[in-house]
């Protein structure tokens, strides 16, 4: 079985990563370092305390810049010393609850930093391919049962989500005004939920419900009805390695916009996945619900990867059951002080090898 990821077109490619000191930035940039990737990281500091970044020893294999995207100097000083060949920027605000909370902010960092970097990719001579990766949530959601697919209108209730509706556009308009004729590949990737060991994000399901089960205490479940399009952290970063992989090669044919989901015959609720999490970490893990009237969120929302199956190749290769118990693993071997720089770079390995579906 091969790795859907090719390694010997990864060895030795200069990388700037956005965002690599993020939950998916860490795991991505670990995943690089595994392929024999240069990789340059640039971002601020960890989110949160603990963080994947310092617990898996992610700085070990990278360059690792510290900045702010809204710092359109710094930023571009940072990306012409780097040298890349491909870029992929993750860096982003990424909480709906903080879009409402900060929606200044959000805007700034999603909208101008994406900006700022397009800009200096504009200057940077050595840069081939870029890959902006937005979510799932920058269509206009009205809430259909049908899969959203990369044509249908974009859009966004809230702050976060209008904000990366608005970084595909400007994406798309960088890359017919100036990407595409200086030879840059550019395209955007929309991801759904994504789960896994090492997120420490405040108000994110999973988090919260593991903090919750290793604390021994009950998980409240504002929206247990609402359905995500759900997926290991890892089966994204798959389909952004492997889009970047085919911008280098054959250019333009792939320079637009990506879906990467979970398979469409395994849809659940919040409530149903907290209910598999609580039955995989046992010992008593208990949740209830408590609906709230907080600020607008989507309640049903999928995505149509049939795009990057027809023409990438890409597929999901864990089930939501999988994914859950990885996540489950990674916490405990945590909670036990494991090697988590080792444990981390054992669940790529082991995903990497996994038979597709």
């Known amino acids: 079985m091969e790795n859907l990821v090719t390694a010997s077109f990864w060895k030795d490619k200069r990388v700037f990563l956005t965002g690599h000191t993020g939950f998916k930035g860490s795991w991505l940039a670990l995943w690089l370092q595994t392929l024999g990737a240069r990789v340059h990281g640039y971002s601020l500091p960890p989110p949160t305390d603990p963080n994947l970044f310092s617990v898996a020893r992610v700085a070990e294999g990278l360059s690792d810049a510290r900045g702010d995207l809204r710092d359109a100097t710094r930023l571009n000083q940072a990306l012409h010393d780097a040298q890349p060949q491909i870029v992929l920027h993750l860096a982003a605000q990424a909480l709906v609850e903080e879009g409402y909370r900060d929606p200044v902010g959000t805007y700034a960092s999603n909208?101008?930093?994406?900006?700022?970097?397009?800009?200096?990719?504009?200057?940077?001579?050595?840069?081939?391919?870029?890959?902006?990766?937005?979510?799932?949530?920058?269509?206009?959601?009205?809430?259909?049962?049908?899969?959203?697919?990369?044509?249908?209108?974009?859009?966004?209730?809230?702050?976060?989500?209008?904000?990366?509706?608005?970084?595909?556009?400007?994406?798309?308009?960088?890359?017919?005004?100036?990407?595409?004729?200086r030879g840059v590949a550019t395209a955007t990737a929309r991801a759904g939920n994504v789960i896994g060991g090492g997120d420490w994000a405040p108000r994110r399901l999973v988090p919260d419900a593991l903090r919750a089960f290793a604390a021994e205490t009950e998980v409240v479940l504002r929206h247990p009805n609402a359905i995500r399009p759900w997926q290991h952290v890892l089966e994204p970063l798959a389909g952004y390695l492997l889009l970047a992989e085919h911008l280098v090669q054959e250019g333009n044919l792939f320079a637009s916009a990506w879906n990467f989901g979970p398979d469409e015959r395994d849809p659940l609720t919040v409530g149903k996945v907290v209910e598999r999490l609580a039955r995989q970490w046992g010992d008593g893990a208990q949740c209830s619900t408590a609906p709230t009237a907080g600020p607008h969120e989507a309640q049903l929302l999928k995505l149509d990867s049939g795009k990057a199956r027809s023409r990438l190749g890409w597929q999901p290769r864990w089930t939501v059951e999988t994914a859950l118990q990885a996540s489950v693993d990674w916490h405990r071997a945590w909670l036990r002080g494991a090697d988590m720089r080792a444990f981390t770079l054992a669940q790529i390995n082991d995903y990497s090898t996994t038979d597709t579906p």
């Open 111 to 181: 909208l101008t930093g994406t900006l700022n970097l397009l800009e200096a990719v504009r200057s940077c001579a050595s840069v081939q391919a870029v890959v902006v990766v937005t979510s799932d949530k920058c269509y206009q959601n009205r809430e259909w049962s049908s899969s959203y697919r990369e044509q249908d209108p974009l859009g966004g209730y809230d702050p976060y989500s209008s904000s990366k509706a608005a970084v595909e556009i400007l994406t798309a308009s960088y890359r017919d005004s100036f990407l595409r004729e």
